[in-house]
C-alpha cells in the first residue's frame, strides 16, 4: 500500500505532536526520558508527492521531570539556550515508499551546529487534511558539541523519538 499525501502546504499541529530524547546515564544504570513542549513547524507537498519544510523546537522547554537536571541540560553545558534557543531540522528531501513510510534527510541544528541526517518515517494516519508521522533516530551528541560527561556517566548515543501530525494549511 502507498500512501498518498495531498499536495500543498501543511502547518504542525504542536497540541497533537510529540518530540522525545532519552539518553542512558550513570554509567548505563539510568535512562534520562525527556519531552520537549515547545515544536513548530511547516512542510510543502509537492505534486511528485516529496516534500520539504522545517520542525523547530524551543530548546528550553525540555522537560525530564526533573528542575535542578532540567536547569542543567539548559545550561552551556548543554542545549546552551541562551545563545542557541531553537534545535530545528530542516528536512531536504521526504520521498514517499511503496509502503507506508517514507524516507526523509535533512539538516538537524542543535547548538548553532548543522549536520547532515537520515532516517525513515512511518505515517501512522492520513487523511485529506491530517498526516501523522512517526520516527525514532539516534544522535551522537558529542558531534554537535555537547561534550560534557563528568566522569564518563554518560554513554552511547542519544534517541529522538517524534509523532508530528500536520494538518493542510489555510488556504
Known amino acids: 500500500m502507498s500512501v498518498a499525501v495531498e499536495t500543498g502546504l501543511w502547518q504542525l499541529d504542536p497540541a497533537r505532536s510529540t518530540v522525545a530524547v532519552r539518553q542512558k546515564t550513570m554509567w548505563g544504570m539510568v535512562t534520562v526520558n525527556g519531552t520537549f513542549a515547545g515544536i513548530t513547524g511547516e512542510g510543502e507537498v509537492r505534486p511528485d508527492g516529496s516534500a520539504s519544510g522545517t520542525v523547530t523546537v524551543d530548546a528550553a522547554s525540555l522537560d525530564t521531570k526533573h528542575t535542578k537536571r532540567d536547569t542543567h541540560l539548559r545550561s552551556a553545558d548543554f542545549f546552551d ?91
Open 81 to 171: 539556550v541562551d545563545r542557541h534557543p531553537a534545535i530545528t531540522f530542516a528536512v531536504r528531501s521526504c520521498l514517499p515508499r511503496t509502503d507506508d513510510t517514507v524516507e526523509v534527510s535533512g539538516q538537524l541544528t542543535v547548538r548553532g551546529v548543522s549536520r547532515p541526517q537520515s532516517f525513515t518515517a512511518r505515517v501512522t494516519d492520513s487523511t485529506a487534511d491530517a498526516v501523522t508521522l512517526a520516527a525514532e533516530l539516534t544522535v551522537d551528541r558529542t558531534e554537535f558539541g555537547i561534550s560534557w560527561n563528568q566522569m564518563g556517566m554518560m554513554r552511547g548515543l542519544t534517541t529522538i523519538t517524534t509523532t508530528l501530525r500536520f494538518a493542510r494549511a489555510a488556504a
